[in-house]
């Protein structure tokens, strides 16, 4: 499923799913707890997209107030996560909603209601959000993390993944044109552009290492488990160790006779 991708129902009318949804949330506090911390955050304009796509009616406060409930239960959904039985990571769909997009992007609403994005730089348009990916790894992060009861692997992963992404922007040099135009080119593929490609790289990246960091501080007993040592370091230690000892010994020995 797509960040902010619009849902809709394919089998019954959408104000029918929507209602049925409501029945099934109306009690989920975790749900209601993160939009309330959204609408303190200043948030509401930017609230996952309604069920139908497009607006939602009358109904009273009280009405309106369940649907919003309901479009955060789909968002949530939309990022893999069950609201309901994982409730401990609706933290991720907050944070998703309040990320800084990438430079060059901005958010747009179509003739039809629905949230799409586009860059200004490369001109591309797309209904899924320039960071889908990343949130989706966030999830997967913290599943890995409450499975193995450790960071390490993720860890790893954030260590590859930025290694990987350094490896790649070290490809693109900074040139100038006949005309003195500024642009940049990737050796390795030959690819030109005229944005710098490692700003919306590096954005991506700091994301991903900020959400990290945020996941310690809710998983804090897992944050602090130390790795076990590598065998070499533990046999080389033993071995000083145990020298050491027969130095002490051996002096000990000298020292009766």
């Known amino acids: 499923a797509a960040l902010f991708a619009p849902v809709a129902s394919a089998r019954r009318p959408a104000h029918e799913a929507m209602e049925g949804e409501v029945r099934t949330v109306q009690d989920t506090a975790p749900i209601r707890a ?38 955060m239960y789909s968002f949530i959904q939309s990022l893999g996560i069950d609201p309901v039985k994982e409730s401990e990571m609706i933290w ?6 309040d990320v800084q997009l990438p430079p060059g992007w901005a958010e ?50 954030l260590a590859e993944h930025e290694d990987r992404i350094r490896k790649e ?25 005229c944005e710098d490609p490692r700003h919306a790289a590096y954005h991506c990246l700091y994301a991903r290492i900020k959400l990290v960091n945020k996941m310690r501080e809710h998983l804090p007993q897992y944050a602090n488990v130390p790795r076990p040592e590598d065998p070499a370091v533990t046999r080389e230690r033993e071995r000083r160790m145990q020298e050491q000892r027969d130095i002490e010994a051996a002096t000990l020995w000298i020292q009766s006779v």
């Open 108 to 157: 747009h609403i179509d003739d039809r209601g629905h949230r799409y994005f586009h860059s200004s730089l490369t001109g591309e348009s797309s209904w899924v959000h320039p960071m889908d990916d990343v949130f989706h790894d966030i999830v997967n992060y913290c599943r890995q993390v409450e499975e193995e009861g450790n960071f390490w692997s993720v860890e790893d992963d």
């Open 169 to 193: 922007l070290a490809e693109w040099k900074e040139l100038f044109d006949h005309k003195g135009q500024k642009f940049f080119y990737n050796r390795q593929t030959e690819e030109s552009r």
């Open 34 to 71: 993160a939009q309330q911390r959204l609408q303190q955050r200043g948030l509401q304009q930017r609230a996952a997209p309604t069920l139908a796509g497009g607006g939602i009616g009358g109904g009273g406060a009280a009405a309106l107030a369940e649907r919003d409930v309901v479009s």
């Open 92 to 97: 991720i769909a907050e944070e998703a909603l």
